[in-house]
């Protein structure tokens, strides 16, 4: 999963950062309001976590240009200001959420997934698709009843795929995914091709259907029948 973390607080950007990188997610952090703005334009995520109190700036402004952007990240007002009135307007301008200040990062964690599980998955707790079982509480796969070991890189590769699914996604898209801001510096995408290699081979071991499908020039595509 990729979040963005729009947050001025240093050790709260740093616990945040470090709780979510351990549980296998990709975090970017935006310290104001204009570098929110630049990353929001650029980029896509999976979660938006925005304070509303910024340095130039308020999170509800930026809300508003997520939504006008028909972004598909889930968005959670995480803010000190625990009124009413904010909660309100937070959530009418198109926030999913809304956690005051000072809370506990399980809480968040367990928002985070209950968030992505409505916008993906219809809010199931396991993935099913087709011979594909897939946990997410635990990130463990399943084909056929069989247990699929997957590294974490290739476990963020077959979600992005399934909930992409019938739609070509680009390696720049997948690389972004897998890999923040940081894809921007990379040379080539061939690490991606033998990631989706990887996965591919271990998915047809367990007899799985050859969902994945290369569009030269463009990407992949995980191809269902509907």
Not at 55 to 74: H, R, V
Not at 120 to 149: C, K, Q
Not at 162 to 182: F, Q, T
Not at 188 to 215: A, G, P
């Amino acid at each position: 999963m990729k979040i963005l973390l729009i947050e001025d607080e240093p050790e709260l950007q740093k616990s945040i950062k470090q709780y979510f990188e351990v549980e296998g997610n990709v975090v970017e952090i935006a310290s104001d309001f204009s570098k929110a703005q630049q990353k929001i334009a650029i980029y896509d995520y999976d979660c938006i976590l925005v304070d509303i109190t910024l340095p130039n700036g308020s999170g509800l402004d930026l809300i508003t240009e997520i939504k006008l952007k028909k972004s598909k990240a889930g968005i959670i007002i995480i803010s000190a200001k625990n009124s009413l009135d904010d909660k309100i307007f937070g959530l009418d301008l198109g926030a999913d959420d809304y956690l005051p200040k000072p809370f506990h990062l399980s809480e968040l964690n367990s928002r985070i997934k209950a968030l992505i599980r409505r916008k993906n998955f219809d809010g199931s707790l396991e993935i099913v698709v087709n011979e594909i079982r897939i946990l997410p509480a635990d990130r463990s796969v399943y084909v056929n009843n069989a247990t699929v070991t997957l590294t974490s890189k290739e476990y963020d590769l077959l979600l992005y795929f399934i909930a992409n699914k019938n739609r070509v996604v680009s390696k720049n898209a997948l690389a972004e995914h897998l890999w923040g801001d940081d894809a921007d510096r990379l040379d080539n995408y061939d690490f991606i091709y033998n990631h989706v290699k990887n996965l591919r081979k271990k998915l047809l071991e367990k007899k799985c259907e050859d969902y994945l499908q290369t569009v030269y020039g463009l990407g992949y595509n995980f191809k269902l029948q509907e």
